[in-house]
């Protein structure tokens, strides 16, 4: 793919035969699957482009001073030439010099209300994964009980319903809540996660708003009672797994070393047949462990509704993506593409989920973003000592606490974070990427370069934008509205309310 | 999809030809998103809606996200619906609604599967979670059932059903999570403070003399577990898979202890094995005399060992070899024979 200038650039544009300046307003041009596009970064709208636009827009962007007409006069009829720069000109790619930049910022979120919470019931885990970021300093942990592995009893209940109370009561005018179960391997709790539902269900009639719970689970302890407790009271589940047997048991190992696959796939099984097409795999793809195809399409095998493939940044060493990783997992991503349109052509489902999110954020617009999450705004997380921090990855980190239940939340850390827009980051403001994205993860840009400032450029943004040209590449060859990409892919007459599969259907399937 | 399969038949009735004209007269640049933002550029204003899915008209359809009026889509999420067809409805003032699923707060006698609504009674779903729910026909039912006639609760006490209360004490439920669980018979078991329990399943942290089929906790000791037993301090098992790091003495059939000495185990990965292992794999240093199938010790494999594949010198020619030393043996062993047959032909002859 050509490296093309992303700033405007001033050119002359022919307007029946009268020159007048004209310059190109921020774009992004790529090829990917065969499909020329053209994004205009103030608008979000993408075009496909033919070869001609693509040269016409080259040549505006590279040689300013020359008439473009007549620079590309030599290899198209002057009418074709003048009908792609009217083209440009009403989907707003050309602009007048004496026109003002238009960077519409997206809108400011002031916070009104925290909408999800993360209560980290535990930091035990019966696992011991090999990039565990939270196994750092295992030595330390009998001084540092919010660490990942250490031995601690877990979050008391008065803490736990002190954090049901705080959610509810600075969630303002918001409706919808959620309430995230988090760890460690949150089902060791399970029995606190018992006693907290029913003060959540008491909480809601009191208010009239809405919590919606759920938990990430390494799948090891989902017991047929865990399940139905877990149906029973509509508790989301992700599932962290790395995909087939070999890779799971040499990355996910249990506590002592032993292999998990065999051991977590019952329970797997069981959860994803009580909630057929709605659990969903989360897989850490390590250094060298970069086969995302087949991590893919081995989980979807396995019967989860999606998959979300997440690359190790930060964490012990020797673990974390490198540069060559990128390079394949991006690879990966572009076949995944192709293989998603071929699905989708197909009536089947693919549900790739760093995919697909970008395929419906693209495909529609709501919004720019400003942010990639919504950590430290609408987002916390609560450790067992009671304390805040803007997400479970910074759990520990004292620069990052944002108070605590007796003295309240710490606002401080919010406003640095507030005023740390895409439009204000230097690495995002040039960014083509930057309304799609929102800047990237938090805490890969704290472990990459020590602040919240700078984005971590060398993995996250580069596989970010390369999945979001798939996006919009997938949108091209598609074209069409398509319900197994837009929509969840369940068929609500073949689940009740809490993703159970009917008798009726379950008899039939 | 019915647009799809439209264009297709109507690719094949013209024979390509609606294809190659329409791409005559292609645009330049093809639009292939929507912007759902107030800026955004040249979008038409929608009317009445037939949406597959979810609105994603543009600028009249803006405000309030979705579908107003008459909408005849799968999911309305509008705030003023009414009326509405669809088979899911979250708009908040939806009365008289014929979905399967209703979510609305003022929901009444609904004929709905599901029914969440906060003051819903007299209903006749399956599933019933409203908070006051009384004499309901529900299978499921969960906060202050009273008169139900449901298979499962959460606050019943003194069941022989599954038992969730933190108080459980001399259960005989077939799963007990309960926080002070003490001499259950239940097959798993999870709770703390577990002992002499005779559960399949035991993660309990302070488990002893256990008969559980597996057991994962940190001090267990003489357990008769027979999958697995991870425990660091465990001596004298007889489980199937030891994983304990002062392994000695074992029965197992796969040890990866490493202290691990007069094992019978089937593979013996432990550093100090010696001399007197039975085990199909030995991978330890001062592997000799062995009677393991495979030696993977970094010792070269002598001709007393009975292994099949020696490892010390990095490559598969140990049959061979051996082989060939009992070729020779048997050579050797045939010229004494031989020799001996002549010495004595000579002596009679002489």
């Known amino acids: 793919m050509p490296i093309l200038p992303r700033l405007p650039q001033r050119v002359l544009a022919g307007r029946g035969g009268c020159i007048s300046a004209r310059r190109l307003v921020e774009y992004h041009l790529f090829e990917r699957l065969g499909r020329t596009i053209l994004l205009n970064v103030e608008t979000m709208l993408f075009y496909e482009a033919t070869l001609l636009v693509r040269e016409l827009v080259e040549q505006l962007a590279t040689e300013a001073e020359v008439d473009p007409i007549y620079a590309m006069g030599r290899r198209y009829p002057r009418a074709e030439v003048e009908q792609a720069l009217a083209y440009l000109e009403r989907e707003g790619f050309l ?152 890779v799971q048991d040499r990355n996910r190992p249990l506590r002592g070393g032993m292999a998990s696959y065999d051991r977590m796939l019952p329970g797997v099984q069981r959860l994803i047949e009580a909630r057929p097409g709605r659990v969903r795999a989360r897989a850490t793809v390590a250094h060298d462990e970069v086969q995302v195809v087949e ?22 060493e020797g673990m974390a993506v490198s540069e060559s990783d990128v390079r394949a997992i991006m690879c990966q991503n572009e076949k995944l593409a192709g293989n998603l349109v071929e699905s989708v052509r197909a009536d089947r489902r693919l549900d790739y989920a760093n995919l697909v999110r970008f395929v419906r954020q693209t495909r529609v617009v709501r919004e720019r973003l400003a942010y990639y999450c919504g950590a430290a705004r609408t987002y916390l997380a609560l450790s067992q ?78 596989i970010i934008r390369h999945t979001i040209e798939c996006a919009m590449a997938i949108n091209t060859e598609l074209r069409l509205i398509d319900a197994e990409v837009l929509g969840d892919g369940t068929d609500p007459a073949a689940v009740d309310r809490y993703g159970r599969a009917r008798p009726e259907v379950k008899a039939g399937a | 999809m019915r647009r799809r399969r439209f264009l297709s038949w109507l690719l094949r009735l013209t024979g390509g030809c609606f294809t190659v004209a329409a791409g005559i007269g292609a645009a330049p640049l093809a639009r292939i998103n929507t912007v759902l ?29 979705t579908c107003e009026l008459r909408d005849i889509c799968d999911t309305d999420e509008s705030g003023d619906c009414a009326g509405d067809v669809c088979s899911s409805d979250r708009s908040e003032d939806c009365r008289g609604d014929s979905c399967q699923s209703d979510n609305s707060g003022s929901c009444n006698s609904d004929n709905c599967d599901s029914d969440s609504s906060g003051s819903c009674r007299s209903d006749q779903c399956t599933d019933d979670s409203s908070g006051d729910c009384t004499s309901d026909q529900c299978d499921t039912d969960s906060v202050d059932c009273i008169g139900d006639a449901c298979t499962t609760d959460e606050i019943c006490p003194s069941e022989v059903c599954g038992d969730d209360v933190p ?81 000695v003495a074992d029965g197992c059939a796969t040890d990866g202890a490493g202290a691990c000495t007069a094992d019978r185990c ?6 100090d094995c010696a001399s007197q292992d039975i085990c199909v794999v030995d991978a330890s240093s001062l592997c000799g005399s062995d009677l393991c199938r495979d030696d993977r010790s970094p010792s070269e494999c002598t001709a007393k060992d009975t292994c099949a594949l020696d490892l010390a010198e990095n490559r598969h020619s140990v049959r061979r070899h051996l082989a060939r030393k009992d070729i020779d043996r048997a050579t050797k062993w045939l010229y004494g024979l031989s020799a001996t047959v002549f010495w004595l032909g000579g002596s009679w002859s002489g």
């Open chain 1, 295 to 316: 991590i893919v399409e081995h989980l979807l095998g396995l019967g989860f509704g999606s998959v979300h493939a997440e690359p190790a940044v930060g964490g012990p």
């Open chain 2, 37 to 65: 933002l107030g800026e955004a550029w040249a979008q038409e204003p929608c009317t009445e809606d037939m949406c597959a899915t979810r609105d994603a008209c543009a600028l009249g359809d803006t405000i309030g996200h």
């Open chain 2, 167 to 247: 108080a459980c004490v001399s259960d005989s439920c077939s799963t007990d999570a309960s926080g002070s669980c003490v001499s259950d018979d239940c097959s798993a078991d999870t709770s703390g403070a577990c002992a002499s329990d005779s559960c399949t399943n035991d993660s309990s942290g302070s488990c002893r003399g256990d008969s559980c089929q597996s057991d994962d906790s940190g001090s267990c000791r003489n357990d008769a577990c027979t999958t697995q037993d991870s425990s660091v301090s465990c001596r004298s098992d007889a489980c199937d898979i030891d994983g304990a790091g002062s392994c």
């Open chain 2, 266 to 271: 089937q593979a013996d990965g432990s550093g």
């Open chain 1, 385 to 462: 000592d009671g304390a805040f921090y803007p997400c479970h990855r910074f759990v520990g980190m004292d620069d990052y606490r944002m108070g605590d239940l007796e003295n309240g939340l710490d606002l401080r850390l919010q406003d640095r974070i507030l005023a740390l827009t895409v439009d204000a980051r230097a690495t995002c403001k040039d960014c083509w990427a930057r309304y799609f994205c929102g800047g990237g993860c938090w805490k890969h840009a704290v472990d990459n370069s020590g602040g919240l400032e700078r984005p971590e450029e060398e993995v996250s943004c580069r």
């Open chain 1, 95 to 246: 602009r007048s010099p004496d026109e003002a930049d238009h960077r519409p910022a997206p809108p400011l979120r002031k916070r009104r209300g925290i909408r999800h919470l993360e209560l980290m019931v535990t930091h035990g885990c019966n696992m011991g994964c090999r990039y565990c970021y939270g196994a750092y300093g295992e030595a330390g942990w009998s001084d540092a009980p919010h660490l990942y592995g250490s031995q601690s009893k877990g979050m008391s209940l008065e803490t736990a319903l002190r954090g049901v109370d705080f959610l509810f009561r600075e969630s303002g005018t918001n409706r919808d809540l959620s309430l995230i179960f988090f760890g460690g391997e949150p089902l060791l709790e399970l029995n606190l996660i018992r006693r907290i539902v029913p003060y959540v269900r008491q909480r809601e009639a009191e208010t009239g708003k809405t919590v919606s719970l759920s938990l990430s689970t390494n799948g090891t302890l989902l017991s047929e009672k865990v399940v139905e407790f877990l149906v029973a009271n509509r508790i989301g589940c992700q599932v962290s797994i790395d995909g087939g047997k070999e």
